[in-house]
């Protein structure tokens, strides 16, 4: 049940409706959990290329088609490991943090003048 506009004071603006954020955490929360399972898959799949690489490594006879099979599992564990890097962060989850530095690190610099010009 929404508010009326009617039942606000006039000159106030209306609160962020609840729905809307309430979906935003809900689609924050998918995100978060279908982020978690990839990590989770891609960390299982890692952990059997590379156990599959080291058998190949101990294998006694190093043969062109098992050298051939070593460099395409490299590239996939090379693969593996930039899929599990590249989403940890984004540019979304650090936006905020990003804004506050440079506004607050402005505002020190600008401080900084102002006290070095009365200072000098």
């Known amino acids: 049940m929404k508010p009326s506009?009617?039942?606000?004071?006039?000159?106030?603006?209306?609160?962020?409706?609840?729905?809307?954020?309430?979906e935003e955490v809900e689609r924050s929360?998918?995100?978060?959990?279908?982020?978690?399972?990839?990590v989770q898959s891609d960390r299982q799949q890692q952990a059997q290329w590379q156990q599959y690489r080291d058998q190949l490594k101990h294998?006694?006879?190093?043969?062109?088609k098992i050298k051939a099979e070593l460099k395409q599992i490299?590239?996939?564990?090379?693969?593996?490991?930039?899929?599990?890097?590249?989403?940890?962060?984004?540019?979304?989850s650090l936006k905020k943090p990003f804004w506050q530095v440079v506004r607050f690190g402005?505002?020190?610099?600008?401080?900084?003048?102002?006290?070095?010009?009365?200072a000098g």
Do not use: A, C
């Open 5 to 22: 506009k009617q039942s606000q004071p006039s000159g106030e603006t209306p609160e962020p409706d609840f729905e809307q954020e309430l």
């Open 74 to 92: 490299q590239q996939q564990l090379e693969m593996l490991e930039l899929n599990l890097e590249s989403q940890l962060f984004s540019w979304r």
């Open 59 to 64: 294998n006694k006879s190093q043969t062109p």
């Open 29 to 38: 929360l998918l995100s978060l959990k279908e982020r978690y399972d990839q």
């Open 106 to 118: 402005g505002m020190g610099v600008i401080i900084g003048w102002i006290l070095k010009s009365y």
